[in-house]
């Protein structure tokens, strides 16, 4: 049976950062994400998407920036009791915060952060697919694979749905719950540090691309095609923290398309000018610059006319001349 409440999914998403203000900014600039305060905190801010507020941003002062992920659980004391006695260990204590519900801070054995949360009562969660601007995958770099599945289980019951063989780079396990996809898992090189990486889904990763460099974060890895058809690509922001980006195959699929069928309603080249929506600046640079072309290819062919007319002439000339001297000679042989 299907389990409606928030027990083993993702919840919410804290950027621990040394400049709040500007990692709005950026996120604005590259995702869509609106800035809210929090009516609980009014000195918490919170990123949010036209589907409602997805997390929130934290001072960092010391300390490497990142995201720090929270798992939904029905009972958080429980949790970090199991979570302790599997070789985890907890960071902050369960604390409470607005609503009555309450969240707590740990590391899974093999030393990756993450965040818990559990609300008052149960509350139902649904099951619908990710939007545009909202957090569409989690995936972890772990050193050992296995063991960090099965911990990961035993807290929020996930389950293993599909393996694929990386070859040299080893097993990539997607895991979910209740038979739906939440990300996946794999073990990292051994001179990365364990830890979470979130993806944000978009609608163009390429475009993505673009915008992350123009606000000044960095391209790390991608953009690349991953089994299944899906795009993603990954970026470290202006401030530090690491973070991903996740295109369906049918959004791309589409964004291909649609370029397609603009090359194809392209006007073929048929020797007649089309109108081009430019400035008028521009299109009266554009005016000027043809006048003067039009002007110095009638100079130059007036030149040219001029020059044959009088190559003619001279031809000419010489033609008399040639028939005089014929006749002159003609005379003298006669005498």
């Given at each position: 049976m299907?389990?409606?409440?928030?027990?083993?999914?993702?919840?919410?998403?804290?950027?621990?950062?040394?400049?709040?203000?500007?990692?709005?900014?950026?996120?604005?600039?590259?995702?869509?994400w609106?800035?809210r305060?929090?009516?609980?905190?009014?000195?918490y801010?919170?990123?949010?998407?036209?589907n409602g507020?997805?997390?929130?941003?934290?001072?960092?002062?010391?300390?490497?920036?990142h995201?720090l992920h929270?798992?939904?659980?029905?009972?958080?004391?429980?949790?970090?009791?199991?979570?302790?006695a599997?070789?985890?260990s907890?960071v902050?204590?369960?604390?409470?915060?607005?609503?009555g519900?309450?969240?707590?801070?740990?590391t899974?054995?093999?030393?990756?952060?993450?965040g818990?949360y559990?609300?008052?009562?149960d509350?139902?969660?649904?099951?619908?697919?990710?939007?545009?601007?909202?957090?569409s995958?989690?995936?972890?770099?772990?050193?050992?694979?296995?063991?960090?599945f099965?911990?990961?289980?035993?807290?929020?019951?996930w389950?293993?749905l599909?393996?694929?063989?990386?070859?040299?780079?080893?097993?990539?396990l997607?895991?979910?719950?209740?038979?739906i996809?939440?990300?996946?898992?794999?073990?990292?090189?051994?001179?990365?540090?364990?830890?979470?990486?979130?993806?944000?889904?978009?609608?163009d990763?390429r475009?993505?691309?673009g915008?992350?460099r123009?606000?000044?974060?960095?391209?790390i890895n991608?953009?690349?095609?991953?089994?299944?058809?899906?795009?993603?690509a990954?970026?470290?922001?202006?401030?530090?923290?690491?973070?991903?980006?996740?295109?369906?195959?049918?959004?791309?699929?589409?964004?291909?398309?649609?370029?397609?069928?603009?090359?194809?309603?392209?006007?073929?080249?048929?020797?007649?000018?089309?109108?081009?929506?430019?400035?008028?600046?521009?299109?009266?640079?554009?005016?000027?610059?043809?006048?003067?072309?039009?002007?110095?290819k009638?100079k130059?062919?007036?030149?040219t006319?001029?020059?044959k007319?009088?190559?003619?002439?001279?031809?000419?000339?010489?033609?008399?001349?040639k028939?005089?001297?014929?006749?002159?000679?003609?005379a003298?042989?006669?005498?």
């Amino acid at each position: 049976m299907a389990d409606p409440t928030l027990r083993g999914r993702f919840v919410w998403h804290d950027l621990m950062t040394p400049e709040t203000s500007g990692a709005h900014a950026f996120y604005s600039k590259v995702l869509g994400w609106k800035t809210r305060a929090s009516q609980q905190d009014p000195s918490y801010s919170m990123f949010a998407t036209a589907n409602g507020a997805i997390g929130g941003s934290a001072l960092l002062p010391v300390g490497t920036p990142h995201w720090l992920h929270y798992i939904g659980t029905s009972d958080i004391e429980e949790t970090l009791q199991r979570a302790t006695a599997l070789g985890g260990s907890v960071v902050t204590a369960a604390t409470p915060v607005g609503g009555g519900g309450q969240y707590a801070v740990l590391t899974d054995p093999q030393g990756a952060v993450f965040g818990t949360y559990g609300a008052a009562k149960d509350e139902p969660a649904s099951d619908a697919p990710p939007k545009r601007g909202d957090f569409s995958w989690h995936e972890l770099a772990t050193s050992d694979l296995r063991a960090a599945f099965e911990f990961y289980a035993a807290l929020f019951g996930w389950e293993s749905l599909l393996e694929h063989d990386m070859g040299p780079d080893g097993i990539y396990l997607v895991f979910g719950r209740d038979g739906i996809p939440q990300g996946g898992m794999f073990n990292k090189p051994a001179d990365t540090a364990a830890a979470w990486l979130g993806y944000v889904r978009v609608d163009d990763v390429r475009k993505t691309v673009g915008k992350v460099r123009s606000a000044r974060g960095s391209l790390i890895n991608g953009p690349m095609e991953v089994p299944g058809g899906d795009w993603i690509a990954q970026f470290i922001d202006p401030y530090g923290a690491l973070f991903a980006v996740h295109a369906l195959a049918s959004d791309m699929n589409r964004k291909t398309v649609q370029q397609q069928t603009a090359v194809k309603a392209a006007p073929a080249s048929t020797g007649k000018k089309t109108k081009s929506k430019v400035a008028p600046e521009a299109r009266t640079a554009e005016v000027t610059a043809k006048a003067k072309v039009a002007k110095a290819k009638t100079k130059a062919k007036a030149k040219t006319t001029k020059a044959k007319t009088a190559k003619v002439k001279v031809t000419k000339a010489k033609a008399k001349a040639k028939v005089t001297r014929a006749k002159v000679t003609s005379a003298k042989a006669k005498t």
